[in-house]
């Protein structure tokens, strides 16, 4: 880190202290107070500007750190170890359905218990896992019940994401992170020491896809799960590239079709493909019958199932084609991802065609990564054996499947978009 950077580092942690101190002396919470529910539905997806981004997004990355900064040693290493408690929290709010519950006004924990259909005798613990989440931030307290002068508990707009309504929606994820994929990070040390797969341990044997065929209500959320990552930045991947310069917009492995048809809606004279399995195109299909919630651009779209690792099931390449796999490949390892491009490249054919992958790249340096996005790369390890990359490590996946690397994208999200073309 240079001198620079240290002072800006020791002045944002100096800035911390002095507020943490002011809120001892003035007091050791905030009021509770009324929350407009209406409010909390806001669509946070849409991209700052550039000079705003940029420097926020500096400022996210050194925030990963901070609490190391800030606590003692060991304070921080016990916050660390009690992680999981926060996401299993946050888990149970969203499988419980506390946001809806809460959407209509402030309840008290035995009345948001009552509406969330709990027995009677859950109401000392329902209060107890709100205190928690208030304390996180999550939740909101709001003004005591008038005739009981019991605390009532409100939605924040954190919370407000686990609710079906929301325009950016994280509940569909919430629940496939947690009930489809936690088990695997128990077993990270048994990969480490090359006993096998994280998932396939921690599932009697069986491997992510797999697991998915056998459950077909868990496919449907992991298709669900795909769909919510829209609200990580769909409008800032549309806004960031130059999509409206091609005819014909080819979404492979695109789950029930969200981001193609925002792409449609955008640019009006795009035509749209829809591939994925046929068991998750048969689902998507009622999402895009007419007056249905893709309806209004159906016209213009074609839905087809079948393996991206079989290009006679792809359709075939035109003239003026965008092929795109977003968040893909980062689910298979190096040998797959290219038997999944050579299969692309071989639909095709000698048609002028672009290739983008969307996903979350890695920063070619270890301080320049994201902790997010080395905890996703991880992830992807343990549930797929996948991971994800750096713009090198396309490049050298293009040079083995017949593309070549021609642009780097990054837009005011997280994803950044890898331009190649057939060679």
Not at 168 to 195: A, C, F, K
Not at 315 to 325: A, E, F, M, N
Not at 341 to 365: D, F, H, N, Q, Y
Request: glycine share 8%; aromatic share 10%.
């Amino acid at each position: 880190m240079g001198h620079t950077s240290t002072v800006t580092a020791l002045s944002v942690v100096g800035i911390i202290q002095a507020v943490a101190i002011a809120y001892l002396v003035l007091g050791t919470a905030p009021a509770p107070r009324q929350v407009d529910e209406a409010s909390l539905l806001r669509d946070w997806s849409q991209p700052p500007p550039w000079p705003v981004f940029l420097p926020a997004n500096e400022v996210l990355q050194f925030s990963d750190r901070l609490p190391g900064l800030v606590y003692p040693p060991s304070i921080h290493a016990m916050s660390v170890a009690m992680m999981f408690m926060r996401s299993q929290l946050f888990y149970t709010a969203a499988k419980l359905d506390f946001a809806e519950s809460l959407a209509a006004g402030p309840l008290t924990a035995s009345e948001l218990a009552s509406a969330s259909g709990l027995p009677p005798e859950s109401a000392d613990l329902t209060f107890r896992v709100m205190r928690a989440l208030v304390a996180l931030g999550y939740f909101n307290e709001g003004r005591p019940c008038p005739t009981t002068g019991l605390p009532r508990f409100s939605n924040t707009a954190v919370s407000a994401t686990l609710r079906r309504a929301h325009p950016n929606s994280i509940r569909p994820m919430v629940l496939h992170l947690t009930e489809d994929t936690y088990l695997s990070w128990g077993q990270l040390s048994r990969q480490l020491s090359g006993e096998g797969v994280a998932f396939p341990l921690s599932h009697n044997g069986t491997d992510f896809w797999d697991y998915l065929r056998a459950k077909p209500k868990q496919e449907r959320q992991f298709s669900n799960a795909m769909t919510a990552v829209d609200a990580l930045g769909v409008p800032a991947t549309l806004s960031d590239y130059r999509w409206g310069s091609f005819k014909r917009f080819i979404d492979v492995g695109g789950a029930h079709g969200s981001f193609l048809a925002a792409a449609m809606r955008r640019f009006d004279g795009i035509q749209g493909v829809l591939f994925d399995q046929p068991t998750v195109i048969a689902a998507a299909r009622e999402k895009w019958q007419p007056g249905a919630q893709w309806g209004d651009v159906q016209s213009r779209a074609g839905l087809f199932g079948g393996s991206f690792f079989d290009s006679e099931t792809l359709p075939k390449g035109r003239d003026g084609d965008v092929w795109v796999l977003r968040i893909v490949l980062h689910d298979w390892d190096d040998e797959e991802s290219v038997a999944i491009l050579k299969s692309v490249r071989s639909a095709m054919g000698s048609a002028r065609c672009t290739l983008t992958i969307v996903e979350a790249s890695l920063a070619p340096t270890v301080s320049g990564t994201h902790a997010s996005r080395a905890l996703m790369d991880l992830h992807m390890a343990l549930a797929f054996e996948g991971k994800e990359r750096t713009t090198a490590q396309f490049e050298a996946l293009f040079a083995r499947s017949g593309f070549r690397l021609t642009g780097v994208h990054p837009t005011r999200g997280i994803f950044v978009i890898h331009e190649a073309v057939p060679v």
